[in-house]
């Protein structure tokens, strides 16, 4: 009976994975955000504009490892609940941006939504991912796929409610206007989904707990490997893992995909915005005209945030059988591939298309790369380990939209019709801008790591450190519950 009880309060820990999964996934979705804050203050460059999206990745990368080592003490519901009141915090405190002036305006938002509202993201992230883990041992594979699998797919959900938010219309998903919204600007659409992603959070973390120790699925039996690793398969602590040139090479072809994939996913949105734009005929270009273009965009953040999260699985199902390293190049020159041909897919169904696969690849990166670090360097130092290999991610969060805004060659301006604060047709001007040398650059890069990962080599270990972690294995597992079933 016991066992039963426990076996059915496990989905309802997937339950609360999911939940607060897709709403921290909602991180994707800066892009739409940029253009409406571009017309709000127009002394602001591109770079600064990015700088926000930049800085929420970084720093939700580096609370991971904090997060991680706290919601080991203190447990996941907790933690999860601490963070999505700091993230709903942070975006509630965001927007009073448009209080300020230019200057003190970009430092209010960077310190708002990227660093309080990052610190939120990675403290609640690692919490469903630690707790699914423990919870399904006889399908782990599967369940951290959904897990992280939902926070790709976020943006599919948040990224056409946002746009609706700021700029008044129906609440659309693939063409399909399911329901109006008013308009709110884009300073209160931050503190409407600050209070949706407070509440989802915290809501969902009251679903995370731990198993109790020694817990088996029923019918399930551990591997014999996990009565003692054997001394090939021993764990590295993260020193050790530090000292391994396998960390660096693995560390660096992760940055590439990760700058390569948030280059694109982070600024979706204002690139169709600039294909769609150049091409007007009708200038200034009308509202009717230009709120559909914002919906297109919006459409293609939420369709790549579906193949954010299909990518997580797909790609993790293909490495079990094609192997990691063969299907960590396929991604690579899949996604070069894409970025070199992608300033010419100007249609919008051929954009779509381009964005997608991009972000299929993105998504195959954070699944394969856990994966790998735990094939590498054993499971037993996994959180920490992998919350240092993830540094790659935050760190292409910060290099791949400066590397799209940096590059920009703007070209002219067009000015375009937009309501105001108070329902009003207010002229403002678009910034138009070439991204092929930033594609360029981001597919070189794919390239470049594509080779890199024929190197990838198992790190070796001495035969007296074999022997020593052998060891410490068998004495832990000894020291460790015996798995019951009742």
Same mark, same amino acid.
């Given at each position: 009976?016991?066992?039963?009880?426990?076996?059915?309060?496990?989905?309802?820990?997937?339950?609360?994975?999911?939940?607060?999964? $897709?709403? &921290?996934?909602?991180?994707?979705?800066?892009?739409?955000?940029?253009?409406?804050?571009?017309?709000?203050?127009?002394?602001?460059?591109? *770079?600064? $504009?990015?700088?926000?999206?930049?800085?929420?990745?970084?720093?939700?990368?580096? !609370?991971?490892?904090?997060?991680?080592?706290?919601?080991?003490?203190? %447990?996941?519901?907790?933690? +999860?609940?601490?963070? +999505?009141?700091?993230?709903?915090?942070?975006?509630?405190? @965001?927007?009073?941006?448009?209080?300020?002036?230019?200057?003190?305006?970009?430092?209010?938002?960077?310190?708002?939504?990227?660093?309080?509202?990052?610190?939120?993201?990675?403290?609640?992230?690692?919490?469903?991912? $630690?707790?699914?883990?423990?919870?399904?041992?006889?399908?782990?594979?599967?369940?951290?796929?959904?897990?992280?699998?939902?926070?790709?797919?976020?943006?599919?959900?948040?990224?056409?409610?946002?746009?609706?938010?700021?700029?008044?219309?129906?609440?659309?998903?693939?063409?399909?206007?399911?329901?109006?919204?008013?308009?709110? #600007?884009?300073?209160?659409?931050?503190?409407?989904?600050?209070?949706?992603?407070?509440?989802?959070?915290?809501?969902?973390?009251?679903?995370?707990?731990?198993?109790?120790?020694?817990?088996?699925?029923?019918?399930?039996?551990?591997?014999? @490997?996990?009565?003692?690793?054997?001394?090939?398969?021993?764990?590295?602590?993260?020193?050790?893992?530090?000292?391994?040139?396998?960390?660096?090479?693995?560390?660096?072809?992760?940055?590439?995909?990760?700058?390569?994939? &948030?280059?694109?996913?982070?600024?979706?949105?204002?690139?169709?915005? @600039?294909?769609?734009?150049?091409?007007?005929?009708?200038?200034?270009?009308?509202?009717?005209?230009?709120?559909?273009?914002?919906?297109?965009?919006?459409?293609?953040?939420?369709?790549?945030?579906?193949?954010?999260?299909?990518?997580?699985?797909?790609? %993790?199902?293909?490495?079990?059988?094609?192997?990691?390293?063969? *299907?960590?190049?396929?991604?690579?020159?899949?996604?070069? &591939?894409?970025?070199?041909?992608?300033?010419?897919?100007?249609?919008?169904?051929?954009?779509?298309?381009?964005?997608?696969?991009?972000?299929?690849?993105?998504? #195959?990166?954070?699944?394969?790369?856990?994966?790998?670090?735990?094939?590498?360097? +054993?499971?037993?130092?996994? #959180?920490?380990?992998?919350?240092?290999?993830?540094?790659?991610?935050?760190?292409?969060?910060?290099?791949?939209?400066?590397?799209?805004?940096?590059?920009?060659?703007? *070209?002219? +301006?067009?000015?375009?019709?937009?309501?105001?604060?108070?329902?009003?047709?207010?002229?403002?001007?678009?910034?138009?801008?070439?991204?092929?040398?930033?594609?360029?650059?981001? #597919?070189?890069?794919?390239?470049?790591?594509?080779?890199?990962?024929? !190197?990838?080599?198992?790190?070796?270990?001495?035969?007296?450190?074999?022997?020593?972690?052998? $060891?410490?294995?068998?004495?832990?597992?000894?020291?460790?519950?015996?798995?019951?079933?009742?």
């Amino acid at each position: 009976m016991v066992t039963r009880q426990y076996h059915e309060q496990r989905w309802g820990v997937v339950a609360g994975a999911l939940i607060i999964q $897709a709403s &921290l996934g909602a991180v994707y979705i800066w892009s739409v955000f940029q253009t409406p804050l571009l017309a709000q203050f127009p002394g602001w460059s591109e *770079t600064q $504009a990015t700088l926000p999206a930049q800085l929420v990745i970084a720093i939700f990368a580096f !609370a991971v490892i904090l997060g991680g080592r706290i919601q080991d003490r203190l %447990g996941p519901r907790l933690v +999860g609940s601490v963070g +999505g009141l700091i993230l709903g915090l942070g975006l509630i405190l @965001a927007g009073f941006t448009g209080d300020f002036a230019e200057g003190p305006a970009l430092a209010w938002l960077v310190g708002t939504y990227a660093v309080i509202g990052g610190l939120g993201i990675g403290m609640a992230y690692v919490c469903p991912v $630690a707790t699914c883990v423990k919870w399904f041992p006889d399908k782990r594979g599967l369940i951290t796929g959904l897990a992280v699998a939902g926070f790709g797919a976020g943006a599919f959900f948040f990224a056409p409610l946002a746009r609706a938010l700021i700029g008044g219309g129906d609440y659309e998903l693939f063409g399909l206007a399911l329901f109006p919204l008013p308009q709110v #600007g884009v300073f209160d659409t931050f503190m409407v989904l600050g209070v949706i992603f407070l509440v989802a959070v915290v809501l969902g973390a009251q679903l995370l707990r731990n198993p109790p120790p020694g817990y088996c699925p029923p019918g399930w039996t551990p591997p014999a @490997a996990a009565a003692g690793q054997a001394p090939g398969r021993a764990d590295f602590t993260p020193a050790e893992m530090l000292r391994t040139p396998t960390f660096w090479l693995l560390w660096v072809t992760y940055l590439a995909g990760s700058t390569a994939g &948030l280059m694109v996913i982070m600024k979706a949105a204002p690139i169709w915005e @600039a294909f769609s734009l150049s091409a007007a005929v009708e200038v200034p270009v009308s509202h009717k005209r230009f709120a559909s273009i914002a919906s297109a965009a919006a459409m293609a953040v939420a369709v790549l945030a579906l193949f954010n999260a299909a990518g997580r699985i797909l790609w %993790g199902r293909v490495s079990d059988s094609l192997g990691r390293k063969q *299907t960590l190049i396929l991604m690579f020159v899949l996604c070069a &591939l894409v970025l070199f041909t992608l300033d010419w897919m100007r249609p919008y169904p051929l954009y779509l298309l381009g964005v997608s696969l991009v972000a299929l690849c993105f998504g #195959g990166y954070l699944a394969l790369y856990p994966a790998i670090a735990a094939d590498y360097y +054993g499971t037993r130092h996994i #959180g920490v380990n992998y919350g240092l290999l993830f540094t790659a991610y935050g760190s292409g969060g910060l290099l791949g939209p400066f590397l799209a805004a940096v590059l920009l060659e703007t *070209t002219e +301006g067009v000015e375009y019709q937009a309501l105001d604060a108070s329902g009003a047709l207010a002229t403002r001007v678009f910034q138009l801008g070439d991204y092929d040398i930033a594609f360029l650059a981001a #597919g070189l890069l794919c390239l470049a790591a594509a080779v890199l990962t024929l !190197a990838l080599r198992a790190p070796r270990r001495s035969d007296a450190r074999q022997a020593r972690q052998a $060891a410490a294995s068998t004495e832990a597992t000894a020291a460790l519950p015996v798995c019951r079933q009742s």
